[in-house]
């Protein structure tokens, strides 16, 4: 049952204009460059944000001496106001898809190990079906995705919910976890030897993920229950580019999927330390924002992505998820 307050600040007061105030104000962090990327002067702006916080009773903005800070309730009014704005573009975006048949946008984000197979076999998929489609891929941390997807920036993500108060809102399909191995040059000196022990592997320098990442704080847990200090040799990167070259030209060692790193094995380049990590990350899989109808472009996606997924992970595509 809807509050009916809300229905009254939503009808009688929220405007469009506030809700590009809203956005702008989160990028820039100053009524004047907001309303400037508002196109509107700077007496105005500060007009239509005094209308909302008296509408809603509460600050939205901690305003300092060299700009506007969101207040806990203006954040929540921030990402609320980039999803309707981003549901207002992706309406026009489907009725010019239904005009001109299928075609339009799709806006995916997605964690590296998936970006090395399961993507790219989908969007050639996709292509074959619906050549008039245009895809987006953005790859980062799940973290940085899931914001943008709950913000309407993205339509889906391959990654992992890690924040319970986001969970609420978006609907997840497991696709597969992520075992992690040791990868190394294939002429690295420990590539015959027998019995290695962590112990040993210490010793060598490593190829770390950055600290906070949930990666390095497995490891560094991996470490601490042997006993054991950190690497004392390291570099922190999670460019795979650099990780490849830098494990290629030294000896140094790295915990990775051998997904992202298969066709430099396959040719000889890197190979796999015989020590078990023990190591698997947490489920990925495809999480998309509940309530929110896709427009056809995207439920293409959506489609040919569960196709690609159930020969990679030999496993029945998923259901459609209820919306």
């Known amino acids: 049952m809807s509050d009916p307050r809300a229905d009254r600040f939503v009808r009688s007061h929220l405007k469009t204009r506030h809700l590009v105030l809203l956005v702008e104000l989160g990028r820039h962090g100053s009524i004047l460059h907001a309303a400037q990327a508002a196109n509107l002067t700077q007496p105005a702006a500060s007009k239509l944000l005094g209308e909302l916080e008296h509408a809603l009773g ?10 506007v800070v969101p207040t806990s309730y203006g954040e929540v009014l921030i990402r609320r106001a980039g999803a309707a704005l981003s549901e207002m573009d992706a309406a026009h975006q489907e009725i010019m898809e239904l005009l001109s048949g299928l075609s339009g946008r799709v806006a995916v984000g997605t964690v590296m190990t998936p970006s090395i197979n399961l993507l790219p076999q989908t969007v050639q998929l996709l292509k074959s079906r619906y050549s008039r489609v245009h895809v987006s891929i953005t790859v980062d941390s799940s973290k940085v995705l899931i914001a943008r997807l709950r913000a309407g920036e993205l339509d889906m993500v391959i990654g992992r919910i ?115 990590l023990g190591l698997r990350m947490d489920w990925y899989g495809i999480v998309t924002r509940k309530q929110h109808k896709l427009s056809p472009g995207a439920q293409a996606m959506l489609t040919t992505l569960r196709d690609v997924a159930a020969t990679l992970y030999q496993t029945a595509p998923a259901p459609t998820p209820a919306r």
């Open 58 to 67: 509460v600050p939205l903005f901690e305003r300092l001496p060299r700009g």
């Open 162 to 276: 890690l924040d319970s108060d986001s969970a609420n809102e978006l609907h997840f399909e497991p696709l597969t976890d992520e075992p992690h191995s040791l990868i190394a040059r294939a002429g690295h000196p420990l590539v015959n030897q027998a019995d290695l022990s962590l112990e040993q592997l210490v010793q060598e320098g490593w190829i770390m993920p950055p600290a906070g990442s949930i990666l390095r704080d497995r490891l560094t847990a991996l470490f601490l229950s042997h006993g054991l200090d950190q690497p004392a040799e390291t570099v922190e990167t999670t460019a795979l580019p650099m990780i490849t070259n830098l494990l290629i030209g030294s000896n140094m060692i790295s915990a990775l999927p051998e997904e992202l790193v298969r066709p430099y094995i396959d040719i000889g380049l890197l190979t796999v330390l015989p020590y078990d």
